[in-house]
């Protein structure tokens, strides 16, 4: 019987995997649902002994199972150019195995790096996690070794262990293919940080936007309790709020709070969820803990990528992009390379205009530029932001001060309140880009975005400026 491989991820499911997946059934053939191999083009994506079909769709399963559609046919997936040059870590498993499954986990090396961490003591598993370079990849780059290491010196009688998944940045999903794909992996991450920090306590807080990543993780969590208790994990569902990325944010939000940032210090690592000494990462960084606690993972981990930016990053292909998609690889790679050899150009086929790397708040990038290496300190040199990872492309229709405005417009919508310059600055600065011919405008508006930047509480309004100067910057055309 022919056995057919189909993602259940939610942009496959967007896509038709559902119909595609009951015709396949409907025709006889055993249909397992896997997770993504990030090639979101192609979704819904079929795989049949290796060989690739898509976009599928049924009224061309005869010929798929015939293996007759060749205008569908990719190949051996593996094979591929999008996935043969990439240096999957997190996304070992993506495309291979089923996202509930112990078995597929298991033999595929999972929860070994979990049991050898609890046979290492909490300083050695600390020590390992530094030596690998790991940066947070929720966007600050925070050393994570350096993190856990304060929780675990902090005294307190109980201590957390908290994962960020409110992936709210445009063009991200990396956190999402995660949950929905391979949340073993991050379960896994979760406990070893626990055991590090001496926490027994864990949650994780999702955005309800993925109703299909929460079902994934309360179902994972169930069948993977007897293997990490004691520790305790339990899903915290948030209402959209994109300042609840923000670390604080959060925290209130899980203690019933309003979702409002706190002023620090103190730092969460100190008095975090609470009160108590808490471990604060995303997705991507408890995802890549197993990789490193295995035998001589710390020393692979730092062998891939360049000077302090060490491992690799899942990097989001989105927006006006031929090819969009999840593409893996070490730090090190240039936007041209990303842009162009991977992501194919404009799905539009007009010329690319700007790229926007780490969401809605991060720097607008023009094509001279784009032999900027993914690094942060490259990116931090060029006033821009990787953050969690994210590209958006846009192609020369775009209209860089309507950009402008949108980074306003969004820091007032999103804005907790909490300061005053980012309640009443992200006001201000969108009625000063309507004057933005006026000399006086323009120098207010330079004094604006400084005061945002230096005086915000936390990175939602001291980001903004980062669109608007680049719009400005590169595209002065588009402003009159």
């Given at each position: 019987?022919?056995?057919?491989?189909?993602?259940?991820?939610?942009?496959?499911?967007?896509?038709?995997?559902?119909?595609?997946?009951?015709?396949?059934?409907?025709?006889?053939?055993?249909?397992?649902?896997?997770?993504?191999?990030?090639?979101?083009?192609?979704?819904?994506?079929?795989?049949?002994?290796?060989?690739?079909?898509?976009?599928?769709?049924?009224?061309?399963?005869?010929?798929?199972?015939?293996?007759?559609?060749?205008?569908?046919?990719?190949?051996?997936?593996?094979?591929?150019?999008?996935?043969?040059?990439?240096?999957?870590?997190?996304?070992?498993?993506?495309?291979?195995?089923?996202?509930?499954?112990?078995?597929d986990y298991t033999a595929t090396g999972g929860w070994r790096a979990l049991t050898r961490a609890r046979s290492l003591?909490?300083?050695?598993?600390?020590?390992?996690?530094?030596?690998?370079?790991?940066?947070?990849?929720?966007?600050?780059?925070?050393?994570?070794?350096?993190?856990?290491?304060?929780?675990?010196?902090?005294?307190?009688?109980?201590?957390?262990?908290?994962c960020n998944a409110d992936e709210g940045d445009s063009g991200t999903f990396a956190d999402r293919m995660v949950m929905e794909g391979d949340p073993f992996q991050l379960i896994e991450g979760m406990a070893i940080a626990a055991h590090a920090t001496g926490a027994s306590r864990g949650y994780i807080y999702v955005?309800?936007?993925?109703?299909?990543?929460?079902?994934?993780?309360?179902a994972a969590i169930v069948l993977a309790q007897g293997v990490i208790a004691p520790f305790r994990i339990e899903v915290r569902v948030g209402a959209g709020a994109y300042v609840c990325g923000e670390e604080t944010s959060m925290l209130n939000s899980i203690e019933g709070k309003r979702g409002e940032v706190r002023a620090k210090p103190p730092l969460p690592a100190l008095?975090?969820?609470?009160?108590?000494?808490?471990?604060?990462?995303?997705?991507?960084?408890?995802?890549?803990?197993?990789?490193?606690?295995?035998?001589?993972?710390?020393?692979?981990?730092?062998?891939?990528?360049?000077?302090?930016?060490?491992?690799?990053?899942?990097?989001?292909?989105?927006g006006n992009i031929k090819h969009g998609g999840l593409y893996e690889t070490a730090f090190g790679i240039t936007l041209n390379e990303l842009i162009y050899d991977i992501g194919g150009g404009t799905a539009s086929g007009r010329p690319v205009k700007a790229v926007q790397v780490g969401g809605p708040l991060g720097a607008y990038i023009p094509p001279d530029q784009f032999d900027l290496p993914f690094d942060y300190e490259a990116f931090a040199a060029a006033d821009a932001l990787i953050g969690h990872g994210g590209i958006v492309v846009f192609d020369d229709t775009a209209d860089m001060q309507k950009m402008a405005r949108f980074a306003f417009d969004f820091c007032a919508a999103e804005s907790c309140g909490k300061c005053t310059p980012c309640r009443i600055g992200s006001v201000r600065g969108g009625e000063l880009l309507g004057?933005?011919?006026?000399?006086?405008?323009?120098?207010?508006?330079?004094?604006?975005?400084?005061?945002?930047?230096?005086?915000?509480?936390?990175?939602?309004?001291?980001?903004?400026?980062?669109?608007?100067?680049?719009?400005?910057?590169?595209?002065?055309?588009d402003f009159g």
């Open positions: 019987m022919t056995v057919v491989r189909i993602s259940d991820d939610a942009a496959a499911l967007a896509c038709g995997a559902e119909a595609v997946a009951e015709a396949f059934a409907a025709a006889g053939c055993t249909v397992e649902r896997v997770s993504s191999w990030g090639m979101h083009w192609l979704e819904p994506l079929v795989e049949i002994g290796g060989i690739g079909w898509g976009p599928a769709t049924p009224e061309r399963i005869t010929e798929i199972i015939a293996g007759e559609a060749d205008d569908l046919c990719i190949g051996p997936i593996a094979a591929h150019p999008f996935m043969a040059r990439q240096q999957r870590l997190t996304f070992a498993r993506a495309g291979l195995t089923r996202p509930l499954s112990l078995e003591t909490s300083e050695q598993v600390i020590a390992e996690v530094t030596q690998s370079g790991l940066r947070g990849r929720g966007g600050a780059g925070f050393p994570a070794g350096i993190k856990w290491q304060t929780v675990a010196g902090a005294p307190g009688p109980q201590k957390y262990v908290v955005r309800s936007e993925y109703p299909h990543a929460i079902a994934k993780l309360e008095e975090g969820l609470f009160g108590q000494p808490t471990v604060v990462n995303n997705v991507l960084t408890f995802s890549a803990i197993p990789h490193i606690l295995i035998e001589g993972g710390a020393m692979l981990y730092d062998s891939h990528g360049i000077a302090r930016s060490k491992g690799t990053m899942p990097i989001q292909l989105a004057r933005i011919g006026d000399p006086e405008a323009r120098e207010a508006l330079d004094d604006l975005l400084e005061t945002l930047q230096f005086g915000s509480l936390c990175a939602l309004g001291g980001f903004t400026p980062y669109p608007v100067r680049s719009a400005m910057q590169h595209w002065p055309e």
